[in-house]
């Protein structure tokens, strides 16, 4: 939930709220796929009707969109793996090729859950102009008790709007339906287990499917782990108990010791400067920006999701404590807000939150003397929960620990402030039979980052090979390569 992506869907977006696209031909194939005509080049797109409600079937259906990246070698094929790119919200309809043996012996399906991208939605808005309460409600996090009182009140305007306009299918988005939602798309391509890739949240719905279905695991790789126990229930806000901010100082420390022979600023003296108001920039297109201590605790967030970022945190950070050096620009078109809103219904439906709103200063700032800055950023991602009344009979909420073939888990243990390493150790325990393989840097995500942790997802996937304990993979290239 990034504000500046927010501001752009207000100046670019807002009008396409009520516009609907057509749906182009379709041919209805004997597994229950409905293959459209038009899609992106190289995939195979369709949709699949699902319940609505799983334990009310007579309530109606609703749409699944899918697409497929169909192997590179036919004739030798394996069969399928599943994809889902995490969020909640995210759209996973055109999967990426995963590593060059994967894409070449299997197909891979991605696909928009549920309340998401071009699967059926929930509208929360019935006027654009509506959208500017969201931006001044999500994305940001209060400094003072009089913006922790507007941001209550702005986010319970857009909770209450979500309530009236949304309609059934918000009480029908939780990780257990949409996980049932993957088990139909299994049988409808004709796999007799499933074959899995996810990421992020996509690890949440991993591990849910996992023990809902767990004699149906053929192969799921779980990438940037959650805690699932964590995340489903507990004391406090969810983004308080997943302790993802835990992770923002082992990050930081890993980049600036990578930084050091380039980097002449002081972090925690940029930070104090923001508090006290925010600093103007220039970015690299002379465009000037006013960064304010929340925009900035997002920026750096976003960039230490990839190691790889590490030249442009750089550039930020120095155009920071030095105003006439230029500030990368920010890049990014405006967000699905409709896909937002619907991520938001899933986290809501699926975690135990408080229902006070006023709480979650208290453990913004504890989460603060954990990981300066970023600690309220996370924390306040689930405000939301308390004024939103979504629920859904087919939560799922555990156990965890039902027995299933070999799980591989991924993570990065030099810190990932979406889902910290440690969430990864304990899911390694907590799971029946889960493997954890590490890789030596800090970000968000491990594939594609490593020719070994690769090689590890080639064999795991080919022949259902699991690396040892404790195994560890370097990176390929270092943060500023």
């Known amino acids: 939930m990034n504000s500046p992506k927010l501001r752009a869907a207000l100046a670019l977006g807002a009008a396409t709220l009520a516009v609907g ?9 004997p597994a229950g796929i409905v293959w459209e005509s038009a899609c992106a080049a190289g995939y195979e797109c369709g949709h699949l009707d699902v319940p609505l409600s799983y334990q009310d079937p007579s309530a109606g259906t609703v749409s699944i969109a899918v697409g497929r990246l169909p192997a590179t ?19 996973g309809r055109f999967a990426p090729a995963l590593t060059p043996e994967l894409h070449r012996r299997f197909d891979i399906v991605g696909f928009d859950p549920r309340g998401v991208g071009a699967s059926s939605k929930i509208h929360c808005f019935t006027d654009p102009s509506q ?45 257990g339906t949409i996980a049932r939602d993957l088990d139909r798309l ?30 149906r695991v053929g192969s799921l790789a779980l990438d940037a782990v959650d805690d699932p126990a ?40 940029i930070l104090d400067r923001l508090e006290a108001g925010p600093i103007t920039v220039t970015d690299t297109t002379g465009h000037q920006v006013a960064v304010t201590y929340q925009s900035a605790i997002a920026t750096i967030h976003a960039y230490l999701t990839d ?14 404590a030095d105003p006439a050096t230029r500030a990368p620009a920010s890049a990014g078109g405006p967000p699905d807000v409709d896909s937002l ?21 208290d453990f913004a700032r504890r989460a603060d ?96 090979s699991v690396p040892a304990r404790g195994a560890l993979c370097a990176p390929d290239r270092g943060p500023f390569g």
């Not at 983004?239 to 002449?264: H, Q, V």
């Not at 938001?344 to 939150?353: F, H, I, K, P, R």
Request: hydrophobic share 35%; aromatic share 10%.
């Open 21 to 29: 696209a057509l749906a182009p031909a379709a041919t209805a194939s």
């Open 73 to 91: 070698d036919q004739a030798r094929k394996l069969g399928t793996i599943f994809f889902n790119p995490g969020g909640p919200g995210s759209s």
């Open 131 to 175: 959208l500017e309460v969201l931006q001044r409600a999500l994305g940001t996090f209060p400094l003072t008790r009089e913006a922790e009182q507007r941001q209550i009140s702005d986010t319970k305007t857009v909770t209450d709007l979500c309530e009236q306009n949304a309609g059934p299918l918000a009480n029908h988005l939780s990780t």
């Open 186 to 215: 299994r049988a409808a391509f004709g796999e007799p287990k499933l074959r899995y890739y996810g990421k992020s949240y996509g690890t949440y719905l991993g591990e849910t499917y996992a023990n809902l279905f767990p004699g």
């Open 230 to 269: 964590r995340w489903a229930s507990g004391s406090g806000p969810m983004s308080y108990r997943l302790r993802g901010y835990e992770d923002g100082p082992r990050a930081i420390e890993s980049f600036l010791d990578a930084c050091a022979a380039r980097c002449t600023f002081g972090y925690d003296e």
């Open 307 to 320: 190691a790889q970022a590490a030249p442009q945190l750089a550039a930020f950070l120095q155009a920071l």
């Open 341 to 361: 809103l619907g991520g938001g219904a899933t986290l809501c439906s699926d975690a135990a939150n408080p229902r006070d709103p006023a709480v979650w200063w």
């Open 369 to 464: 003397q954990v990981g300066r800055g970023f600690g309220p950023y996370d924390v306040y991602k689930t405000l939301p929960c308390a004024t939103w009344d979504v629920s859904d009979t087919g939560r799922y909420a555990g156990p965890w620990n039902r027995p299933t073939a070999p799980i591989l888990l991924l993570a990065n243990r030099q810190g990932d402030l979406e889902t910290p390493y440690a969430g990864a150790q304990r899911t390694e325990k907590l799971l029946a039979n889960a493997h954890l393989l590490s890789l030596d840097t800090y970000g968000h995500g491990s594939r594609g980052k490593s020719a070994c942790v690769d090689a590890s997802l080639d064999s795991y996937f080919v022949a259902g």
